[in-house]
């Protein structure tokens, strides 16, 4: 069988097993895998299982790894025999965001509906966009190669872990100690985004996150302010000193040292940019620079071009609540 003639029959296969591939969808989306709630371990764990389950029946090598956190699964696969081309490493988590507020939810979060949506069925669950669709996407190809397509058909190492709703704290230092068995050519991550509903996109890269928590200690009692006003600084006053100077009128982020090592936005991205004027983006704002004048004055928007930039290639600073603590 040609390498054509493999390929239509696995997308063939992948279509008349639609169902099947559904129902395991929802088998894994039924799992509470809340990573940021220790009152789900156990369904980390039942999740890190499940997965391992299907790797293993497509005949994956494939461990549970434990971590001081939820455990990662990781699998491998060598490719059918005498394959000398690249290794390819899949990323996906199975972990997935609290569902609070439950009262916003019409139908329960882990017993995943099909719901009629503005283009059409779609899929309703707490996970179902991000990460568990995407894995299972992943899995289903991988399943529909193994059982009508000749076998699976490189050599991929699948890596599946816990915690990437909680930042991944304990990635790096499992990245470190298994960076052998982690050598690849190169790495497919499925947790991004399309372009729009009818565009799909291959995302190149994106920006990483460094976040911190900043405390405002002030008197131990409340003062009122009639007399102590003017004499005696109010902590939320203070703060949003600080918040405000973290970004100049530009959004330049003004830390010492921020951008050392960043490469700025090169002219042939900005050129490649203006290319997407005419695609039509999920938000208008980001296709069409629609800003308000206060708006565009605050951010120092000069035009579309600029706002795609903020979006897809820029440092950007954000301000996530804040409280008041006793």
Wanted: proline letters at 6%.
């Amino acid at each position: 069988m040609s390498s054509a003639d493999r390929l239509a029959t696995t997308l063939a296969h992948a279509d008349v097993t639609m169902e099947d591939a559904r129902g395991r969808l929802f088998d894994f989306l039924r799992i509470p895998s809340i990573s940021a709630q220790p009152a789900h371990a156990a369904d980390c764990q039942r999740a890190a299982g499940w997965v391992r389950d299907r790797l293993v029946a497509m005949g994956f090598a494939t461990e549970i790894h434990p971590t001081k956190g939820q455990p990662v699964v990781l699998g491998r696969h060598e490719g059918p025999a005498g394959y000398a081309g690249p290794t390819i490493l899949f990323y996906g988590h199975y972990d997935v965001q609290p569902a609070d507020p439950l009262e916003l939810w019409t139908t329960d979060p882990f017993d995943p509906q099909m719901i009629d949506g503005p283009r059409g069925k779609r899929v309703v669950a707490r996970g179902a966009v991000d990460d568990k669709g995407q894995v299972m996407m992943f899995l289903e190809a991988l399943r529909a190669w193994h059982e009508v397509g000749g076998g699976i058909p490189a050599r991929l190492i699948v890596l599946i872990e816990g915690e990437e709703e909680v930042s991944s704290p304990n990635l790096d230092p499992f990245l470190v100690a298994h960076r052998d068995q982690l050598a690849a050519d190169f790495a497919l991550i499925s947790d991004t985004g399309m372009w729009n509903i009818d565009t799909p996109a291959l995302t190149t890269r994106l920006r990483g996150i460094t976040y911190m928590q900043v405390t405002v200690k002030a008197a131990k009692r409340d003062l009122h302010s009639g007399l102590f006003g003017g004499s005696a600084l109010n902590p939320i006053n203070a703060l949003a000193r600080i918040l405000g100077e973290l970004a100049d009128s530009e959004g330049h982020i003004q830390l010492p040292g921020f951008y050392d090592g960043i490469l700025p936005v090169s002219n042939a991205q900005v050129a490649s940019g203006k290319r997407w004027t005419s695609m039509r983006r999920r938000s208008s704002a980001i296709s069409a620079c629609r800003c308000r004048p206060v708006s565009a004055a605050i951010l120092g928007c000069s035009g579309c071009g600029r706002a795609r930039q903020r979006i897809f290639a820029v440092s950007g600073v954000a301000i996530r609540g804040q409280g008041r603590r006793r």
